[in-house]
């Protein structure tokens, strides 16, 4: 079936840096993908959906220039936290959209703390 | 707006035991609807939808859920559950394409021996 991958799993860096989290389909074309945080005991929060080749439309509080999203491709994604803080620690998920089958997956997730 | 409320933070039931987990949704038309399980540092795996026909739809691991219009609801049962189900249950509401998902706060259920 249909297999939605996210790299890192995992990842830990200083206060101050910028992680960049891959999320890609891989046996689908996936025009529009979204993004979610979920912190601790918490649910998903939607942050922004991302069309490939076009900008990515983001939710209301959530910061464009802190959170750039690319979609470059039809089976890419990224989603780069910049000058991370401790408060960006959290679960970041991605959805892809396979329109042609009428189906969405989620990736695994990355685990993202910030030191 | 849409929004999803799951009533039960936390419910815990015996190994065996027949299970429903609630749900309540609000949506200005006609609802595309999901329960995942999440277990804990995974991503989401999806146990069932509806999208139209018949309100009583089936999904993995014999789970079903029933939409009910009249109540703007889409409980999830399972009528004996074993210790693998423990995990955290999300419904949420989407719309045509489901595309725009919103989640409910999630329902977290312990099995008990």
């Known amino acids: 079936g249909a297999v939605v991958s996210q790299h890192p799993s995992w990842v830990i860096c200083k206060s101050g840096t910028s992680v960049k989290i891959e999320c890609r389909s891989l046996d689908f074309q996936a025009t529009t993908m979204f993004w979610y945080r979920q912190f601790p005991k918490q649910s998903l929060m939607l942050m922004a959906t991302?069309?490939?080749?076009?900008?990515?439309?983001?939710e209301q509080g959530v910061e464009k220039d802190k959170f750039l999203i690319n979609h470059a491709s039809l089976t890419l994604s990224t989603l780069t936290v910049t000058s991370a803080h401790p408060e960006d620690s959290s679960f970041y998920i991605c959805?892809?959209?396979?329109?042609?089958?009428?189906?969405?997956?989620f990736g695994p997730g990355t685990r993202l703390t910030v030191l | 707006a849409q929004s999803v409320t799951q009533p039960d933070i936390h419910i815990t039931v015996s190994e065996g035991a027949s299970l429903e987990l609630r749900c309540n949704y609000s949506?200005?038309?006609?609802?595309?609807l999901f329960w995942y399980v999440q277990s804990p540092g995974q991503g989401l795996q999806l146990l069932l939808k509806y999208f139209s026909g018949d309100t009583l739809v089936q999904g993995i691991k014999g789970f079903e859920a029933e939409f009910k219009r009249s109540q703007s609801s889409f409980n999830l049962r399972k009528p004996s559950v074993h210790w693998s189900d423990a995990a955290e249950y999300f419904c949420?509401?989407?719309?045509?394409?489901?595309?725009?998902?919103?989640f409910g706060q999630g329902t977290r259920l312990t099995i008990n021996p």
């Open positions: 959805r892809a959209e396979d329109r042609g089958a009428n189906e969405q997956f």
């Open positions: 991302s069309n490939e080749g076009s900008k990515a439309t983001y």
């Open positions: 949506y200005g038309a006609t609802p595309y």
């Open positions: 949420a509401v989407g719309g045509q394409g489901a595309q725009k998902l919103v």
